[in-house]
């Protein structure tokens, strides 16, 4: 299967990009030239985009401004770049005769329908988003587009909505990947899973790593996080524990990927132990706890 892209040059677009390459032809598609990126340009560039749309059959769009650009560039560009050029691309994708289209979305979205007072907030794909900025808003009314276009084209659609992915200190890293984060490595996998299952019709998806958490919990893990943390996952309770490093008092929010580990046939593999080896390893995934007075 030939499979188009973009944003291959970032951390989650290059991470797809080899994961896919090993069963699949893959094209990747950034402004940044980089070993995994075959045309290089702007994805409001139509010419180019339309060149390597040839014999394309599945489109993955992770290329768009994202939340550290607020403030930086205008509100205009986060309309350009991730509402209106997605809406192109799919439609593009549609004229190129592509089988199915693939957006890597985020679970910021949510924004403030995410946490509660007085309760963690357990967020899964029936809860609707009270976006807090203009990169949130673009990715909901880029998802719209989306869903509009796989109806009216009868166009499959998956996105896949990723929590939180980028360096940051371990001990934070390591509590997130049971509540609120994923590795770049799962990421990838989960597109791939989306790519070999090509669900009909228009579908959308958490991505976040597995939870050892409920619903039930969660009054609990706002008022004595450490004691459901030490409770349901003991392993990571004994690891702080020997490093010296606190667990939590409260923790916000706990996105649930259930769906798609059931929809998607996917299963997140690099939990909390996976930050503790890249630690360990001085992996540049990772940053290290910073020593507190």
């Known amino acids: 299967m030939r499979i188009l892209v973009t944003g291959s040059a970032g951390r989650v677009g290059r991470a797809i990009h080899i994961k896919l390459m090993r069963t699949h032809d893959v094209v990747g598609f950034d402004k940044t030239p980089c070993s995994t990126a075959d045309y290089i340009g702007d994805i409001r560039d139509s010419a180019l985009l339309n060149e390597a749309l040839e014999n394309i059959d599945v ?3 992770t290329a768009a401004l994202h939340a550290p650009h607020v403030g930086l560039v205008p509100d205009s560009e986060f309309q350009s770049i991730n509402v209106d050029a997605t809406e192109k691309l799919a439609l593009a994708g549609v004229k190129a005769g592509v089988k199915h289209f693939i957006f890597t979305s985020t ?4 924004g403030y329908a995410s946490t509660h007072k007085g309760v963690t907030g357990w967020v899964n ?3 609707i988003p009270q976006p807090k900025s203009i990169y949130h808003k673009s990715k909901i009314a880029a998802e719209n587009k989306l869903k509009e276009i796989s109806n009216l084209f009868n166009l499959p659609v998956t996105v896949l909505q990723m929590s939180r992915c980028f360096p940051e200190p371990a001990d934070l890293m390591a509590v997130f990947r049971l509540t609120r984060g994923i590795d770049a490595r799962d990421v990838a996998n989960a597109h791939l899973c989306a790519v070999e299952k090509r669900l009909s019709g228009f579908n959308r998806f958490i991505i976040s790593g597995a939870t050892p958490f409920n619903p039930l919990d969660c009054e ?4 004595d996080a450490s004691s459901v943390l030490a409770q349901r996952c003991p392993e990571i309770a004994s690891a702080f524990r020997q490093r010296g490093w606190q667990l939590p008092e409260t923790l916000d929010r706990v996105y649930d990927s259930s769906l798609a580990q059931n929809k998607l046939g996917w299963l997140p593999k690099h939990g909390f132990e996976s930050v503790l080896e890249m630690l360990d390893t001085e992996t540049a995934e990772v940053l290290p706890v910073s020593k507190r007075s």
């Open 59 to 61: 489109i993955i769009h």
């Open 220 to 223: 609990a893990l706002y008022n």
């Open 125 to 127: 794909e029936q809860i």
């Open 107 to 110: 679970t910021a979205l949510y």
